[in-house]
C-alpha cells in the first residue's frame, strides 16, 4: 500500500530535548515536504527535498533541521525545542513538487 | 499572506444538499489543488486542475477555475456524512520554479448532517 509513515505520532516533550520526527515514504517519489498546522494559521512549509541530498527552507524553517540521505527517508530534527514548535507536523511526498502530493498522517507535538 | 484562501470558513448542510466552496488566489498559478482533511488525519488528495482548464469532475466533485478573477470553487453534490471534513485549496506560483512549494488557504470546514 502506497503511503508515507511519520513516527511518532503523539510526543509531549520538554523545552531543549532535541527530538527527531521521522518520515518515510514507499512510493519511489523525489520530492518530499514538511508542513506545520497551526489554528488560524493553515498549513505552512518548513523545508522541502527535491531529491537525495538536496534539500531547501520553507516558509518557516527557523529552529528546525532536516536531511535527505535516502530517498525514502526524511527526517525533521528539532535540536532545542521551544513551545512555539507545539504543533501539528505532516510529511509529504510526490514524483515532483507541483504534483499532488501524498501526506503522512500527522504528529502532534506538545512541547512543555 | 496565504496564496489561497478559502470561503466560507464552515459551512453547515444536511445530507443530500449541495456544498460549495470557494478559494481565491492572489499571483499567476501553474495549477491549483483541493484536499480533504478528515479530523485528526492528513490530508488527502482530491481532484488538480492546471491553470489552462476552466473545469473538471471528479465523480460527486466539480471544480471550476477562472483565472482572470484568480478563484476557484469546489462543489459536492448529494453530499453524505462521510464528506464533513475540511477542504483546503492549495496553489503553486507560475514563478516558483517547479519548488513544489504549495500554498494553502485555511480551509472551509463542512459539516453534513445525516
Known amino acids: 500500500e502506497a503511503q508515507v509513515t511519520q513516527n511518532p505520532r503523539y510526543l509531549i516533550t520538554v523545552t531543549g530535548k532535541k527530538l527527531t520526527v521521522t518520515c518515510s515514504q514507499n512510493?519511489?517519489?523525489?520530492?518530499m515536504s514538511w508542513y506545520r498546522q497551526d489554528p488560524g494559521l493553515g498549513l505552512r512549509q518548513i523545508y522541502y527535498s527535491m531529491n537525495v541530498e538536496v534539500t531547501d527552507k520553507g516558509d518557516v524553517p527557523e529552529g528546525y533541521k532536516v536531511s535527505r540521505k535516502e530517498k525514502r527517508n526524511f527526517p525533521l530534527i528539532l535540536e532545542s525545542p521551544s513551545p512555539n514548535q507545539t504543533s501539528l507536523y505532516f510529511c509529504?511526498?510526490?514524483?515532483?513538487?507541483?504534483?499532488?502530493?501524498?501526506f503522512g498522517d500527522g504528529t502532534r507535538l506538545s512541547i512543555l | 499572506s496565504q496564496q489561497g484562501e478559502e470561503d466560507p470558513q464552515a459551512l453547515s448542510i444536511q445530507e443530500g444538499e449541495n456544498a460549495t466552496m470557494n478559494c481565491s488566489y492572489k499571483t499567476s498559478i501553474n495549477n491549483l489543488q483541493w484536499y480533504r482533511q478528515n479530523s485528526g488525519r492528513g490530508l488527502v488528495h482530491l481532484i488538480l486542475i492546471r491553470s489552462n482548464e476552466r473545469e473538471k469532475h471528479s465523480g460527486r466533485l466539480r471544480v471550476t477555475l477562472d483565472t482572470s478573477k484568480k478563484s476557484s470553487s469546489l462543489l459536492i453534490t448529494a453530499s453524505r456524512a462521510a464528506d464533513t471534513a475540511s477542504y483546503f485549496c492549495?496553489?503553486?506560483?507560475?514563478?516558483?520554479?517547479?519548488?513544489?512549494?504549495?500554498?494553502f488557504g485555511q480551509g472551509t470546514t463542512l459539516q453534513v448532517k445525516p
Open positions: 512510493m519511489n517519489h523525489e520530492y
Open positions: 492549495a496553489t503553486d506560483g507560475s514563478g516558483s520554479g517547479n519548488t513544489g512549494k504549495l500554498i
Open positions: 509529504a511526498s510526490s514524483f515532483e513538487g507541483r504534483q499532488p502530493q501524498h
